[in-house]
């Protein structure tokens, strides 16, 4: 590449059409859909070495460790990670990249990707990222525009002045009947809103202060005021709790006159549903795509996802079924699209499914919940290398640590004391205690918590190396 690219990946979404799979502390962004050992967010990443430049993430406070260790884990060492205080959509967000990049050069192009399409042709991505580039480097707005393999009602449209591979927008056009998309489809002008862009720093944050002012003004204050945690940008809370929520589309690219579109074949799919999922994998002689520890008899164009255990059926048509460790879901294929309805049922009525699995990640390691059972909960706990919990105490609880594999570090009042593979140790309840891995392997442990009252806010955190409060 010969243009100064920066990759923006935006990775603050949910993917709540995905549930169970997507949950709110561990969203579809940062999930191997594929099968192919990657998230689809360090897909996105690697897809993004083209530019030779670090990139810049934005996502939000809750996701921050999990966005962080993603990239980590594929040696990407990010630019910035920008934590965005509350979600405000896509215009505030890419605004607020754009002034960091501003303030070191103003000419850089923005390459805007959200984290979790999938893009079979990587080399086909990147002769399209040089052909936006040339555009971008002249001052425009570029958009990219996937040419439609069928009559899709889910995505936006965006119609081309012509029909050569680039092209002015003559007009962005929302979600359409089947009737609409079907007319579309056979236009050959109209092409699916892939979310993805490129334009220099300066030249959006121009048009930005000539539609949106407001937001022009607010994020760079944002920006001004952030502070910096860790490998983390905070962007100060209360210019961007004053922001309108609005799209890019909605703020910038509908009214500006310097809007491009690049042509995109159908190599491109969001993954925004169970369905989608699904026309991205090799079906079996019947359509069926099974993944897990999944057998059928009989069945066809039917998804089996299996994560934990055994999942067989026997004559069905047209399903899909996804298995956790702590929920089953079903549905008609052709009614894929409505999970979200039963995400919001869960979470009128507080269920924990909606936002946890029984695997928690943390920023030293994670925890994954065996037993919970009335007076006591059994967990088996990993720290990475070199990581450290916090210095805590509980006020309900006692805690065994069994250590199972690796050497534990274990601190409880005054005591220090290293514990090896096959040995354990007691927390009594209000001790001030702390675990931390020295070797050079994770550390396992079996924790049992017994007591009154075990939820996740009974820690009183004394001394925290991330930041947490």
């Known amino acids: 590449m010969t243009h100064h690219?920066?990759?923006?990946?935006?990775?603050?979404?949910?993917?709540?059409?995905?549930?169970?799979?997507?949950?709110?502390?561990?969203?579809?962004?940062?999930?191997d859909l594929q099968g192919a050992g990657d998230s689809l967010l360090q897909a996105t990443l690697k897809r993004c070495a083209i530019t030779n430049?670090?990139?810049?993430?934005?996502?939000?406070?809750?996701?921050?460790?999990?966005?962080?260790?993603?990239?980590?884990?594929?040696?990407?060492?990010?630019?910035?990670?920008?934590?965005?205080?509350?979600?405000?959509?896509?215009?505030?967000?890419?605004?607020?990249?754009?002034?960091?990049?501003?303030?070191?050069?103003?000419?850089?192009?923005?390459?805007?990707?959200?984290?979790?399409?999938?893009?079979?042709?990587?080399?086909?991505?990147?002769?399209?990222?040089?052909?936006?580039?040339?555009?971008?480097?002249?001052g425009d707005l570029v958009t990219f525009g996937i040419e439609p393999s069928e009559p899709e009602t889910g995505y936006g449209y965006i119609?081309?002045?012509?029909?050569?591979?680039?092209?002015?927008?003559?007009?962005?056009?929302?979600?359409?009947?089947?009737?609409?998309?079907?007319?579309?489809?056979?236009?050959?002008?109209?092409?699916?809103?892939?979310?993805?862009?490129?334009?220099?720093?300066?030249?959006?944050?121009?048009?930005?202060?000539?539609?949106?002012?407001?937001?022009?003004?607010?994020?760079?204050?944002?920006?001004?005021?952030?502070?910096?945690?860790l490998t983390f940008t905070r962007l100060a809370a209360e210019p961007f709790s004053r922001l309108q929520s609005i799209s890019i589309d909605y703020a910038v690219m509908e009214r500006t006159d310097r809007a491009q579109v690049v042509r995109f074949p159908a190599i491109w799919n969001d993954v925004g549903s169970w369905s989608a999922l699904w026309s991205i994998s090799q079906p079996d002689a019947d359509n069926n795509v099974l993944r897990g520890d999944a057998l059928t008899v009989d069945c066809h164009n039917t998804l089996i996802h299996s994560q934990s255990r055994l999942v067989t059926a026997v004559g069905v048509d047209d399903l899909v079924i996804v298995e956790t460790d702590d929920a089953v879901m079903?549905?008609?294929?052709?009614?894929?699209?409505?999970?979200?309805?039963?995400?919001?049922?869960?979470?009128?009525a507080g269920r924990p499914e909606v936002d946890w699995h029984r695997e928690v990640h943390r920023p030293w390691g994670k925890y994954h919940g065996l037993v919970i059972d009335g007076r006591?909960?059994?967990?088996?706990?990993?720290?990475?290398?070199?990581?450290?919990?916090s210095t805590?105490?509980?006020?309900?609880?006692?805690?065994?640590?069994?250590?199972?594999?690796?050497?534990a570090k274990v601190?409880?009042?005054?005591?220090?004391?290293?514990?090896?593979?096959?040995?354990s140790t007691?927390?009594?309840?209000?001790?001030?205690?702390?675990?931390e891995n020295p070797g050079k392997i994770p550390l396992e442990l079996i924790e049992i918590q017994t007591g009154g009252y075990l939820g996740e806010d009974d820690i009183v955190r004394f001394d925290d190396r991330y930041g947490r409060s």
């Open 5 to 31: 690219i920066v990759p923006v990946i935006l990775a603050g979404g949910v993917g709540s059409r995905l549930w169970p799979l997507s949950r709110s502390r561990y969203p579809k962004q940062c999930i």
């Open 53 to 138: 430049e670090a990139p810049v993430l934005l996502c939000n406070e809750e996701h921050r460790f999990l966005i962080a260790e993603q990239a980590r884990a594929i040696g990407v060492t990010p630019k910035s990670i920008l934590l965005e205080p509350e979600g405000k959509n896509t215009a505030p967000a890419i605004a607020a990249a754009a002034w960091m990049l501003a303030q070191e050069q103003p000419e850089a192009i923005m390459l805007v990707l959200p984290s979790d399409h999938v893009i079979s042709d990587a080399n086909l991505f990147g002769a399209k990222v040089a052909q936006g580039a040339e555009l971008a480097a002249a």
């Open 159 to 229: 119609r081309a002045a012509t029909g050569e591979e680039v092209s002015a927008v003559a007009e962005f056009v929302e979600k359409p009947s089947l009737e609409k998309a079907t007319a579309y489809v056979a236009d050959g002008n109209y092409l699916w809103n892939s979310g993805m862009f490129m334009f220099r720093a300066d030249a959006y944050l121009r048009e930005l202060a000539a539609f949106e002012p407001e937001i022009h003004a607010l994020t760079q204050a944002a920006l001004s005021e952030a502070q910096t945690d």
């Open 330 to 348: 079903v549905t008609r294929a052709d009614r894929a699209q409505e999970v979200k309805k039963i995400v919001d049922k869960l979470a009128r």
């Open 376 to 389: 006591y909960q059994v967990k088996r706990i990993t720290v990475n290398p070199g990581q450290k919990l």
């Open 392 to 407: 805590q105490m509980h006020y309900h609880r006692a805690e065994h640590w069994v250590v199972v594999s690796g050497t």
């Open 411 to 423: 601190r409880v009042g005054d005591k220090e004391q290293l514990i090896s593979e096959n040995e």
């Open 426 to 435: 007691y927390i009594p309840i209000g001790d001030i205690h702390s675990l």
